[in-house]
């Protein structure tokens, strides 16, 4: 289980670029690469222009994974609902923790930070007593261990629970069905009109045959 978690946490992070604009918060320059774009579900992008759902939507962080894999950069955030949503996916037992500085996955009494690529095989309640357990899996990133200690060392609280998560994952499968129907419907449309052409062209033939055929027989009477 211990090799399957790590090697879930550095796949993710290998799949994933960090990118903050303004030191390591989220601001409003931001949204171009945070809100939904048009090309993620054209319908949730409408959507992000009414005032009721720009808040979420300018800052709309995927909870299935193919979705946010595909668009191929996120936060901490992110990528671990990335991780959960795949151990989820397999009956693994995961829960996502935050802390103002940081958030992620513990699994098993294993930590998965995929925003890093670091997996420490420990739980998240020895390295709060203890944060100087993580230096040693942290060490390629000197210059933010001091953050990650204290982030460590802080109070972790679960970002939602498993309800939560299936619930916006039901939203996200809903719109990805929706957005289909649109132009299956302009399709569909499109093959009548094209049948109702044809028929009338036949007909259109058929009203110019019948006067020659009348014409013909009379000649020949």
């Given at each position: 289980?211990?090799?399957?978690?790590?090697?879930?946490?550095?796949?993710?992070?290998?799949?994933?670029?960090?990118?903050?604009?303004?030191?390591?918060?989220?601001?409003a320059?931001?949204?171009?690469?945070?809100?939904?774009?048009?090309?993620?579900?054209?319908?949730?992008?409408?959507?992000?222009?009414?005032?009721?759902?720009?808040?979420?939507?300018?800052?709309?962080?995927?909870?299935?994974?193919?979705?946010?894999?595909?668009?191929?950069?996120?936060?901490?955030?992110?990528v671990?609902?990335?991780?959960?949503?795949?151990?989820?996916?397999?009956?693994?037992?995961?829960?996502?923790?935050?802390?103002?500085?940081?958030?992620?996955?513990?699994?098993?009494?294993?930590?998965?930070?995929?925003?890093?690529?670091?997996?420490?095989?420990?739980?998240?309640?020895?390295?709060?007593?203890?944060?100087?357990?993580?230096?040693?899996?942290?060490?390629?990133?000197?210059?933010?261990?001091?953050?990650?200690?204290?982030?460590?060392?802080?109070?972790?609280?679960?970002?939602?629970?498993?309800?939560?998560?299936?619930?916006?994952?039901?939203?996200?499968?809903?719109?990805?069905?929706?957005?289909?129907?649109p132009?299956?419907?302009?399709?569909?449309?499109?093959?009548?009109?094209?049948?109702?052409?044809?028929?009338?062209?036949?007909?259109?033939?058929?009203?110019?045959?019948?006067?020659?055929?009348?014409?013909?027989?009379?000649?020949?009477?």
């Open positions: 289980m211990q090799a399957y978690l790590e090697r879930l946490t550095t796949a993710v992070a290998g799949g994933m670029v960090h990118y903050w604009t303004e030191g390591d918060r989220w601001a320059a931001d949204v171009p690469y945070t809100r939904i774009g048009a090309f993620d579900n054209y319908l949730l992008w409408m959507l992000s222009f009414r005032p009721e759902y720009r808040e979420n939507l300018r800052n709309y962080e995927f909870v299935t994974p193919r979705k946010a894999l595909d668009r191929g950069y996120g936060f901490c955030s992110q671990s609902k990335i991780v959960y949503s795949v151990l989820a996916d397999q009956g693994i037992e995961a829960t996502i923790y935050s802390a103002p500085e940081h958030t992620v996955v513990e699994s098993n009494g294993n930590i998965l930070d995929s925003d890093y690529g670091v997996f420490v095989p420990h739980s998240l309640e020895d390295v709060q007593q203890d944060p100087s357990i993580i230096d040693t899996y942290y060490a390629q990133f000197g210059p933010m261990l001091p953050l990650l200690r204290r982030a460590y060392g802080q109070a972790w609280q679960p970002l939602g629970t498993a309800k939560d998560f299936n619930d916006v994952r039901a939203y996200e499968a809903k719109f990805e069905r929706l957005k289909w129907v132009p299956l419907a302009l399709l569909a449309a499109g093959v009548l009109l094209a049948a109702i052409g044809m028929v009338l062209r036949h007909h259109e033939r058929l009203a110019r045959l019948v006067p020659l055929w009348v014409r013909r027989t009379a000649r020949s009477i």
